[in-house]
T-cell receptor
């Protein structure tokens, strides 16, 4: 079974702090994703990566950056946390591009981040 | 621009009932459609992926159908149980744009009453 893990289930940080959210997948997937989920807004894509050191902006990249130094690990970085970044953050991975099952996405358990 | 909607937004049924969740999408040019389940405060669990060439996909008590021409998918849950209570989301990959970006529906919150 595909396993996607996230470093923390719950996290509380102060405004202005630098925050790192880590995601690890164990299936040698090419693609990894970071989403945030907010009530009434659904899931929104922040960034995705299709290879080591490669990244693409999603719909809401402002205030975030990412790092992918190894294939299995994808980090989301909040350079200076703000209260409007309080949210549920979800990481996902998939094998690669293409039709069929290649782009089936598998999600981690989520990190509930609160910024005070 | 692809848009995905789910109706109803919420559904409450007694245990044992068979039920259908609906998912509609505006652009029929899709690679596949994925159904997820989300428990409160948790991540998404992939239930079924139905490919564009398929009409149905089954897993246990779950059956997903796909009608691309009408832009619709349904998730059929047989003999519902209280443990099926969750939010169900459907999603399609972004066609022609950044491949693999999923466009999610609004979700259906299901409550199965014991």
């Amino acid at each position: 079974d595909v396993k996607v893990t996230q470093s923390s289930r719950y996290l509380v940080k102060r405004t202005g702090e630098k925050v790192f959210l880590e995601c690890v997948q164990d299936m040698d997937h090419e693609n990894m994703f970071w989403y945030r989920q907010d009530p009434g807004l659904g899931l929104r894509l922040i960034y995705f990566s299709y290879d080591v050191k490669m990244k693409e902006k999603g719909d809401i990249p402002e205030g975030y950056s990412v790092s992918r130094e190894k294939k299995e690990r994808f980090s989301l970085i909040l350079e200076s946390a703000s209260t409007n970044q309080t949210s549920m953050y979800l990481c996902a991975s998939s094998w690669g591009f293409g039709t069929g099952r290649y782009n089936e996405q598998f999600f981690g358990p989520g990190t509930r981040l609160t910024v005070l | 621009k692809q848009e995905v909607t789910q109706i109803p937004a919420a559904l409450s049924v007694p245990e044992g009932e068979n039920l259908v969740l609906n998912c509609s999408f505006t652009d029929s040019a899709i690679y596949n459609l994925q159904w997820f389940r989300q428990d409160p405060g948790k991540g998404l669990t992939s239930l079924l992926l139905i490919q564009s060439s398929q009409r149905e996909q089954t897993s246990g008590r779950l059956n997903a159908s796909l009608d691309k021409s009408s832009g619709r998918s349904t998730l059929y849950i047989a003999a519902s149980q209280p443990g099926d209570s969750a939010t169900y989301l459907c999603a399609v990959p972004n066609y022609g744009g950044a491949t693999n970006k999923l466009i999610f529906g609004t979700g259906t919150l299901l409550a199965v009453q014991p």
